[in-house]
């Protein structure tokens, strides 16, 4: 369980990193409009926040679930650590954003 | 009035994910001191999850209330930085998330002596992530509720 679990966030944190950073198509949504479109750079009011979320949780999702009925070998810290190395990429990344670079 | 409900609603099932991702945080690491407190891990293991999953849905369905409202008519013209404040703790909840729910179901599930120590990693980290993205939230809350 704790394989599958450290897979699903590494492939979690890898999705959302990726999605934003390479501008990937995602679901972007318009408050103002009520219209779902897909897009790789949202403009005015609409958020992509919705799109890349999804897109995250789906590949964690399948990750973890992909993962959970493979037989592995591999120690059950490794995917654990690799999870906490990609998520404080992420945080690294959006603090960065952070500072207006 | 709706969305100030949710924006309540939000609050309070907030500090509920956030309480008990620091509870499991302490008992996984409490189990990996070789002190196991396994019917708390498994209490959590549904506990932390559901006030994740539930207040992550409130906070959904206020953001684009937030977007038109408080981002649109007071932040983008008068206060840029908290913007960008507020953009990373949705990052930063988005990614504790998926920390709290992944290490809470591990802790509930993985009872072998070489998880414990990853789960208890998982889990801390979930858990400041969960404190930094509550604290940002108070603070642009306070600035400008919806």
């Known amino acids: 369980m704790t394989r599958a679990a450290g ?75 690799t999870a906490l190395v990609l998520v404080a990429l992420d945080a690294l990344y959006y603090l960065y954003r952070l500072a207006g670079f | 009035m709706i969305d100030r ?33 396994l019917r708390a891990l498994r209490r959590f293991m549904w506990i932390a999850p559901a006030a994740m999953v539930a207040q992550a849905i409130c906070g959904l369905a206020i953001y684009p209330a937030y977007r038109l409202r408080v981002r649109a008519m007071d932040f983008d013209l008068n206060a840029p930085a908290l913007v960008r404040l507020f953009e990373l703790k949705e990052h930063l909840a988005a990614l504790a998330v998926a920390l709290v729910i992944g290490a809470s179901l591990a802790g509930g599930c993985d009872r072998s002596r070489q998880a414990r120590w990853p789960i208890a990693a ?25």
């Open chain 2, 5 to 37: 409900a949710l924006l309540l609603a939000h609050a309070v099932l907030g500090f509920a994910a956030l309480f008990a991702g620091t509870h499991h945080a302490a008992y996984a690491v409490l189990s990996a001191l070789e002190r196991p407190r």
């Open chain 1, 7 to 81: 897979a699903g966030i590494c492939a979690f944190a890898l999705a959302y990193l990726l999605a934003d950073a390479l501008h990937l198509p995602v679901l972007v949504y318009d408050p103002a409009t009520g219209v779902v479109t897909t897009s790789r750079m949202p403009s005015g009011l609409q958020m992509r926040y919705f799109g890349d979320l999804l897109l995250a949780s789906t590949a964690g999702l399948g990750s973890a679930a992909l993962f959970g009925r493979l037989p592995s070998r591999i120690p059950v810290a490794v995917p654990a650590w």
């Open chain 2, 122 to 146: 998982l889990s801390c980290a979930g858990a400041a992530f969960l404190w930094a993205a509550a604290l940002i939230g108070l603070y642009v809350t306070a600035r400008h509720p919806l």
